[in-house]
C-alpha cells in the first residue's frame, strides 16, 4: 500500500517568512495530492490540492509542488502569518476506482509562526 | 457547499457501553464516507471506509466487531463503537467524498468526536 513521509514534525518561523513542507510517496500510481490544516481541536480543511498532470500550483500565498519522477511534493506558505499557525498534512491518493477514494496521510506538520 | 456534520463532538460513558456517532453529508450526497482514529499531536488513522449500501471495508488492525459501521443512506453513515474501553478514548473523525460535478478524491471532513471513556 502507499506510504506517505513528511518532514519536518514540527516548524517554527518569523512572521513573514516563508515555510517549506515536503512529502514523499511510494506509490507511483497516485495521482492525487491534498494538503490539509488543522487547527487545535478543528477538522482538518483542504488548502490546496495538485493532481498529476500539473507540476506546480499557486493559490495566494499557497503553493504546491509536484515532482512525480521523485514522487515528492511539496507545500509552500510565503509571507506567514500568525492565523497559518497550524498542523499541515499532506496526503496521497489515486483516481483508481478499486482503490476506493482512500487517502494516505503523512505525519503530520506543526507550525509555529512567530510574530 | 460540501458540509459534513459530526455528532456529538464530545461523548463520556463509562467502560462497557456502547456508544454511536453520526456522520452526515448536509448538501450533497456521499456515496462513500470514511472513518478515522486521531490519536493526540499525531496524524489521521483511516479506520474503515464506508460505501452506501454495502458493507464497510475496515483496515489492518481494526476490530470491525468493536467498531460497527453502517452507512444507510447517501447521507449518513455511523460508527458505534462498541463496549467502549478506556484504551478507546479518541479522536474520531469522518469525511466524505461528494459524487456528481464535484472533483473527484475531495474528502470533506465532518469536525469529530472526541470520546472519553471512564
Known amino acids: 500500500g502507499e506510504n506517505v513521509e513528511q518532514h519536518p514534525s514540527t516548524l517554527s518561523v518569523q512572521e513573514g517568512d516563508s515555510a517549506v513542507i515536503k512529502c514523499t510517496y511510494s506509490?507511483?500510481?497516485?495521482?492525487?495530492f491534498p494538503w490539509y490544516k488543522q487547527e487545535l481541536g478543528k477538522r482538518p480543511q483542504l488548502i490546496i490540492d495538485i493532481r498529476s498532470n500539473v507540476g506546480e500550483k499557486k493559490d495566494q500565498r499557497i503553493a504546491v509542488t509536484l515532482n512525480k519522477t521523485a514522487k515528492h511534493f511539496s507545500l509552500h506558505i510565503t509571507e506567514t502569518q500568525p492565523e497559518d499557525s497550524a498542523v499541515y498534512f499532506c496526503?496521497?491518493?489515486?483516481?483508481?476506482?478499486?482503490?476506493?477514494?482512500?487517502?494516505?496521510f503523512g505525519g503530520g506538520t506543526r507550525v509555529l509562526v512567530k510574530p | 457547499g460540501a458540509v459534513v456534520s459530526q455528532h456529538p463532538s464530545w461523548v463520556i460513558c463509562k467502560s462497557g457501553t456502547s456508544v454511536k456517532i453520526e456522520c452526515r453529508s448536509l448538501?450533497?450526497?456521499?456515496?462513500?464516507m470514511f472513518w478515522y482514529r486521531q490519536f493526540p499531536k499525531k496524524s489521521l488513522m483511516l479506520m474503515a471506509t464506508?460505501?452506501?449500501?454495502?458493507?464497510?471495508?475496515?483496515e489492518q488492525g481494526v476490530e470491525k466487531d468493536k467498531f460497527l459501521i453502517n452507512h444507510a443512506s447517501l447521507t449518513l453513515s455511523t460508527l458505534t463503537v462498541t463496549s467502549a474501553h478506556p484504551e478507546d478514548s479518541s479522536f474520531y473523525i469522518c469525511?466524505?467524498?461528494?459524487?456528481?460535478?464535484?472533483?473527484?478524491?475531495?474528502?470533506?471532513f465532518g469536525a469529530g468526536t472526541r470520546l472519553s471513556v471512564l
Open positions: 448538501d450533497f450526497q456521499a456515496t462513500t
Open positions: 469525511s466524505a467524498v461528494a459524487g456528481g460535478v464535484r472533483p473527484k478524491n475531495i474528502q470533506y
Open positions: 464506508s460505501n452506501e449500501g454495502s458493507k464497510a471495508t475496515y
Open positions: 496526503a496521497a491518493s489515486t483516481d483508481v476506482k478499486a482503490a476506493g477514494n482512500k487517502l494516505t
Open positions: 506509490d507511483s500510481a497516485s495521482n492525487y
